[in-house]
T-cell receptor
């Protein structure tokens, strides 16, 4: 069964460092998303991406965040200068269309020290 | 601004019980509503998707209903099992994003 794959599963980084979280969405999907979940809190929307551009972003997704689809299969989230409060589980998701079922990856646990 | 609320926050039941989890949302202009399961420290597993035009959706022992006009959805789990223990999240699909509730943490004991 097709699935969304995320790497790495866990990343520890020092405050101020850049990190890149990677995702391989399901191959025939056209919409891609990043969400995050701070420990003990709700899953929060960060950004949606369609047709090689951002279609919607939240207030959380400020200038330190960026997304890219560098080739036909990968979808990445870059955090330029990490802060302690960026520590969270980051989930990638994809869907065939804007109103169809979204499938999530297993997440990358980011720990900023 | 869309807000999604789930009650109860936690539920502990003996094996075999039928149970209902509730989800409410403030803005009825949604594409669909999706129920997820999350095991501790893990990803989100999609359980059921109900389109805004549908009233009900079933998958095995799970049945989800949607009343868009009143902003409510319920997830019914029949004959609960210890393996059903997890956090259940509902999320409404609004424009290009899902907005999640806080979840119901379910424990089913033998």
């Amino acid at each position: 069964e097709p699935e969304v794959t995320q790497t790495p599963s866990h990343q520890v980084t020092q405050m101020g460092q850049e990190v890149i979280l990677r995702c391989v969405p399901i191959s025939n999907h056209l919409y891609f998303y990043w969400y995050r979940q701070i420990l003990g809190q709700k899953v929060e929307f960060l950004v949606s991406f369609y047709n090689n551009e951002i279609s919607e972003k939240s207030e959380i997704f400020d200038d330190q965040f960026s997304v890219e689809r560098p080739d036909g299969s990968n979808f990445t989230l870059k955090i330029r200068s990490t802060k302690l409060e960026d520590s969270a589980m980051y989930f990638c998701a994809s869907s065939e269309a804007v109103d169809t079922e979204a499938f999530f990856g297993q997440g990358t646990r980011l720990t900023v020290v | 601004k869309q807000e999604v609320t789930q009650i109860p926050a936690a539920l502990s039941v003996p094996e075999g019980e039928n149970l209902v989890l509730n989800c409410s949302f403030t803005d009825s202009a949604i594409y669909n509503l999706q129920w997820f399961r999350q095991d501790p420290g893990k990803g989100l597993t999609s359980l059921l998707l109900i389109q805004s035009s549908q009233r009900e959706q079933t998958s095995g022992r799970l049945n989800a209903s949607l009343d868009k006009s009143s902003g409510r959805s319920t997830l019914y789990i029949a004959a609960s099992q210890p393996g059903d223990s997890a956090t259940y999240l509902c999320a409404v699909h609004n424009t290009d994003k899902l907005i999640f509730g806080t979840g119901t943490r379910l424990q089913v004991f033998p």
